[in-house]
C-alpha cells in the first residue's frame, strides 16, 4: 500500500526554470514532511523539511508549500541548475513512529 | 565528522549464501535505521534501533532477515540463504534522539544475488 504519493515520476526543466514536484499522503498521523536529494550512487540527503503547523518553508532556492487539509505539499525548486539533476523524494513520518515513508521518487533533469 | 559509513559498497553474492552488511552511524546518533531500496523506486523502511533495542522490526521483509546492535553503535545487517529477490540497495541512516531530529544516510550498500 502506498502511503505516500508522488508525482511526477519524470520531469526536465530547462536552467533557470522552476522545477515542481508534488505529494499527497492519506494518513492524518503524519506530521513531518521532508524531501530527500539522491544523486546516482549516492544514498538520500536531506534538502528541507516541514511540520503541518506551517504553510511554507523556503531555504535558498527550495521551497516547501504544505496543504493540510487537502493532504498535499509540494517542492518548489527556483532558478533550477544543472547542478539539481537527481531523484528527489518526498517522504512523511508518523508522531507515533520513528521512521519514514517514502514517495517513489521524481527523477529531475535540468538542461543547460 | 564522518557521516554514516557503510560497507562493503558492493556485494555480490550466489543464491542460498549468507551475507552480512554493516553500518557505522555518526558518532553519539542514538536511533539508526535500515532500509532497502529496489531500482528506480524510494527506501522502504525494514528496522529501528534506539541504542541496542531494536524498538521496530515490521519492515523485515522475511524471517531470513535479521539486524542487530550489540553496543549501540555499530550495525550488522543479515541476511540468510539469499533470494535474487534480495537484490537492492541497502541503506542505513541514524539521527540524534527525538522525534524532530532529522535521518543522516549512508550511501549504501548494493547487492547483487546471482
Known amino acids: 500500500q502506498q502511503q505516500v504519493k508522488q508525482s511526477p515520476q519524470s520531469l526536465i526543466v530547462q536552467k533557470g526554470g522552476i522545477s515542481i514536484i508534488n505529494c499527497a499522503y492519506e494518513n492524518t498521523a503524519f506530521d513531518y514532511f521532508p524531501w530527500y536529494q539522491q544523486f546516482p550512487g549516492k544514498g538520500p540527503a536531506l534538502l528541507i523539511a516541514i511540520r503541518p503547523d506551517v504553510s511554507e518553508k523556503k531555504e535558498g532556492r527550495f521551497t516547501i508549500s504544505f496543504n493540510k487539509s487537502a493532504k498535499q505539499f509540494s517542492l518548489h525548486i527556483m532558478d533550477s541548475q544543472p547542478g539539481d539533476s537527481a531523484t528527489y523524494f518526498c517522504a512523511a513520518r508518523g508522531d507515533y513512529g520513528q521512521n519514514f515513508v517514502f514517495g517513489p521518487g521524481t527523477r529531475l533533469s535540468v538542461l543547460p | 565528522g564522518a557521516g554514516v559509513s557503510q560497507s562493503p559498497r558492493y556485494k555480490v553474492a550466489k543464491r542460498g549464501q549468507d551475507v552480512a552488511l554493516r553500518c557505522d552511524p555518526i558518532s553519539g546518533h542514538v536511533s539508526l535505521f535500515w532500509y532497502q531500496q529496489a531500482l528506480g523506486q524510494g527506501p522502504e523502511f525494514l528496522t529501528y534501533f534506539q541504542n541496542e533495542a531494536q524498538l521496530d522490526k515490521s519492515g523485515l521483509p522475511s524471517d531470513r532477515f535479521f539486524a542487530e546492535r550489540p553496543e549501540g553503535s555499530v550495525s550488522t545487517l543479515k541476511i540468510q540463504r539469499t533470494q535474487q529477490e534480495d537484490s537492492a540497495v541497502y541503506l542505513c541512516?541514524?539521527?540524534?534522539?527525538?522525534?524532530?531530529?532529522?535521518?543522516?544516510f549512508g550511501d549504501g550498500t548494493r547487492l547483487s544475488i546471482l
Open positions: 541512516a541514524s539521527s540524534l534522539e527525538g522525534l524532530a531530529q532529522p535521518q543522516h
